[in-house]
T-cell receptor, first 112, second 111 residues
Framework: DADVTQTPRNRITKTGKRIMLECSQT?????MYWYRQDPGLGLRLIYY???????NKGEISDGYSVSRQAQAKFSLSLESAIPNQTALYFC???????????FGSGTQLSVL | QQPVQSPQAVILREGEDAVINCSSSKALYSVHWYRQKHGEAPVFLMILLKGGEQKGHEKISASFNEKKQQSSLYLTASQLSYSGTYFCGPGRTDSWGKLQFGAGTQVVVTP
């Protein structure tokens, strides 16, 4: 079983819809991250959480919100999806020591 | 601020060598390198620690010059399996606790 699981793997939605991407982990890490990947732009940080009560904005948080329901779960929501949020989204965890990141398999989101 | 990687892309024949550079405008305590194969998630390759310590993976090695805030990744005697996109990033969270990556260098190794 994967250590970092993202659901769904693919999602197609329409402009204006609210959607949620979910991430769960079995690694026991406190730190969790959401990144989006666009061609030519690499990985950009949306939100990160160092523990259940500590949630912080990344460099591109506008239009997104997150919820850390438990140490193992970190969800990303798009309040009102727009086409330029079409991207590949990755959840990641780290142990806070060397900050080595472990990524989920990604969610390909398309907003029409 | 995103670390700057160069080149953006490189095409190699099997057995050839290549160097990927990563530079930061912010002080780096350490540097991480990741590789992402097409259609897959990024995978951690190695960490470079302050003081120049290198930890290699396969025939891939790296260096870290903390004074110049630069790191270089060396692909030696490249294999087909080296194909993918390589990302550098600050190994330790900076003062804002963010882990920001470079835009990536696409490496294609051909037979």
């Amino acid at each position: 079983d994967a250590d970092v699981t993202q659901t769904p793997r693919n999602r197609i939605t329409k402009t204006g819809k609210r959607i949620m991407l979910e991430c769960s982990q079995t690694k026991g890490h406190d730190r969790m991250y959401w990144y989006r990947q666009d061609p030519g732009l690499g990985l950009r940080l949306i939100y990160y959480s160092f523990d259940v009560k500590d949630i912080n904005k990344g460099e591109i948080s506008d239009g997104y919100s997150v919820s850390r329901q438990a140490q193992a779960k970190f969800s990303l929501s798009l309040e009102s999806a727009i086409p330029n949020q079409t991207a590949l989204y990755f959840c990641a965890t780290s142990d806070g020591a060397e900050e080595k990141l472990f990524f989920g398999s990604g969610t390909q989101l398309s907003v029409l | 601020q995103q670390p700057v990687q160069s080149p953006q892309a490189v095409i190699l024949r099997e057995g050839e060598d290549a160097v990927i550079n990563c530079s930061s405008s912010k002080a780096l305590y350490s540097v991480h390198w990741y590789r992402q194969k097409h259609g897959e998630a990024p995978v951690f390759l190695m960490i470079l620690l302050k003081g120049g310590e290198q930890k290699g993976h396969e025939k891939i090695s790296a260096s870290f010059n903390e004074k110049k805030q630069q790191s270089s990744l060396y692909l030696t005697a490249s294999q087909l399996s080296y194909s993918g996109t390589y990302f550098c990033g600050p190994g330790r969270t900076d003062s804002w606790g963010k882990l920001q990556f470079g835009a990536g260098t696409q490496v294609v190794v051909t037979p």
